[in-house]
């Protein structure tokens, strides 16, 4: 059976500080992979996906970055936090193509300071 | 992008009524549609799906309807239970997939 990881759980860190959150999928090959952002009491933002090593779209111009450095790794970086990047971080996997369900991790809480 | 942050809609129902909370997707060609439910501090969990050559599925408890004319999307959840309270996101498919504001549901013992 198919599993995601994500880690930290939680995370508190300092304005201006680096950011690096990964997050790696069991059990399948090319999947499609998201990285999401979701603000307390808010909605889900899609930040970025990606179709294949090396392929990431970005949806949203910010000082975030991913990067997909082999099949089922997915990794979420920042060079400087700011405030506002504070929120709920998710990562999810489908399968090859938008006509199926995304599967989602169990999330990065992270606290910028 | 169609997903976006915002406020979340609120529906308090009483344990043992039934729930319906709707939902109103952006894309008329879109052709896959699906109901998540997100606990607190987890991430959103897969509760039922539909195909556009279908207007209603059930499961158990959980029933989506799907009106494409007006671009509409339900979910009815059968005597509400406690455990039942989360946040309901719906999501469709177009060029990616787009979740829509979610609703959060507070089911009163």
């Known amino acids: 059976s198919q599993t995601i990881h994500q880690w930290p759980a939680t995370l508190v860190q300092p304005v201006g500080s680096p950011l690096s959150l990964e997050c790696t999928v069991e059990?399948?090959?090319?999947?499609?992979l998201y990285w999401y952002r979701q603000a307390a009491g808010r909605g889900l933002q899609l930040l970025f996906y990606?179709?294949?090593?090396?392929?990431i779209s970005s949806e949203v111009p910010q000082n975030l970055s991913a990067s997909r450095p082999q099949d089922r790794q997915f990794i979420l970086s920042s060079k400087k936090l700011l405030l506002s990047d504070s929120g709920f971080y998710l990562c999810?996997?489908?399968?090859?193509?938008?006509?199926?369900?995304?599967?989602f991790g169990p999330g990065t809480r992270l606290t910028v300071t | 992008g169609e997903s976006v942050g915002l406020h979340l809609p609120t529906l308090s129902v009483q344990e043992g009524d039934n729930s319906i909370i709707n939902c109103a997707y952006s894309?008329?060609?879109?052709?896959?549609f699906i109901w998540y439910k997100q606990e607190s501090g987890k991430g959103p969990q897969f509760i039922i799906d539909i195909r556009s050559n279908m207007d209603k599925r059930q499961g158990q408890r959980v029933t989506v309807l799907l009106n494409k004319t007006v671009k509409h999307l339900s979910l009815q959840i059968a005597a509400t239970q406690p455990g039942d309270s989360a946040v309901y996101f719906c999501?469709?498919?177009?060029?990616?997939?787009?979740f829509g504001t979610g609703t959060s549901l507070t089911v009163i013992p």
């Open positions: 894309n008329s060609a879109s052709d896959y």
């Open positions: 059990g399948t090959s090319n999947p499609n």
């Open positions: 999501a469709w498919t177009g060029n990616q997939f787009y």
């Open positions: 990606s179709v294949g090593i090396g392929q």
């Open positions: 999810a996997w489908s399968v090859a193509g938008f006509s199926y369900e995304q599967y």
